[in-house]
């Protein structure tokens, strides 16, 4: 079967030949330059054969035109540090501007795209792209503590932001239509009880989500929705228009069982991101994804981590991951 047609069985709820599963992290530094990203991305899917690739640049690829600056100073998760913040005022929101994905670092991200979907010519694998929301774009932009109170004391200035952030991503969608990616991974962050009230999410995030949600092309077939934090509201996106719902299910308390009750597509996790993928062993491994599987019995489920794999995960618990989903012989 191939890897298009076992996934839509799976998002459809049909059995497909076997459950399809993915990994995907960061690869800092290579990320800065597009051979490089590119050539990662391929001999990460080269070495593992998984159901799809999903792209995963730094999360300032959006923002560095703006002027926000980051490095890797080491952390497991491949992630950056964030060097220099865009807005410092509550002011500064007003003064973004719709980026042009032609040009600066969006266009490397463009370009990365059109290089994978050269290089990957006719065989078939699914590609997805990142998609940081709206409202992790502002995190980023102002950091936590700082968007937290400009949420609270300047919220239409902050509406204002998030306006211009939302124009922005919806012309680097536009931008990206051309390397004919399946979908696009978007990552929700901020809606989790630890960061924000549902109100809060409610006003400030939902409604930018769904605006860029909604204009996603119609042959996009394989749009994940990934909702960060380990205390997620699960009950505000079972509604969005997505074909799979990705989390901490892990160590959140919404289960894998449960999240297939509230949302009709597939949902995706199963193991967890450090405890057993980063710090276990393959035998841990291989029990968890068994519990996985019954607790979905293997149908609308695609078996993966709750976040990105840590980039010092040990090989054999990648191969334990991928071999899961074998038959036995």
């Keep these: 079967m191939s890897k298009r047609a076992r996934l839509e069985r799976a998002i459809s709820g049909e059995l497909p030949d076997r459950v399809p599963v993915a990994l995907w992290r960061h690869f800092p530094g290579d990320d800065q ?11 990460f899917q080269r070495q593992y054969d998984w159901d799809l690739i999903k792209v995963t640049p730094a999360s300032s690829y959006c923002l560095a035109d703006y002027g926000a600056q980051d490095e890797w100073i080491g952390s497991l998760e491949g992630t950056n540090r964030y060097t220099r913040r865009v807005v410092q005022r509550s002011a500064d929101w007003l003064d973004l501007r719709p980026l042009d994905p032609t040009r600066g670092t969006l266009s490397t991200q463009v370009a990365v795209l059109r290089m994978l979907k ?3 010519g006719s065989e078939d694998v699914p590609y997805i792209m990142t998609i940081y929301s709206p409202l992790a774009q502002a995190k980023n932009l102002a950091g936590s503590e700082m968007l937290i109170t400009h949420l609270r004391s300047a919220p239409e200035r902050l509406h204002t932001g998030l306006n211009t952030l939302t124009e ?4 680097f969608i536009e931008a990206i239509r051309r390397s004919k990616p399946s979908g696009i991974f978007y990552a929700a962050q901020l809606a989790s009880y630890a960061s924000l009230s549902q109100a809060e999410y409610r006003e400030f995030g939902q409604p930018y989500d769904l605006r860029i949600l909604s204009a996603l092309p119609g042959d996009w077939w394989l749009n994940v929705l990934h909702i960060h934090g380990e205390a997620p509201m699960f009950d505000l996106f079972t509604e969005y228009p997505v074909q799979v719902i990705n989390w901490h299910d892990r160590e959140s308390s919404t289960d894998l069982a449960t999240g297939k009750l509230k949302f009709q597509g597939a949902v995706c996790g199963g193991i967890g991101q450090w405890n057993p993928l980063h710090n276990g062993t393959p035998t841990e491994i291989r029990a968890m994804a068994r519990e996985a599987l019954d607790q979905t019995t293997g149908r609308r489920f695609i078996l993966s981590t709750g976040c990105v794999m840590p980039i010092t995960t040990p090989l054999a618990n990648i191969r334990a991951v991928r071999q899961a989903v074998e038959p036995t012989r």
């Design 33 to 43: 330059r597009p051979p490089d990203f590119v050539e990662s991305l391929l001999g």
């Design 118 to 120: 050269e290089a990957l």
């Design 168 to 171: 922005s991503t919806l012309r």
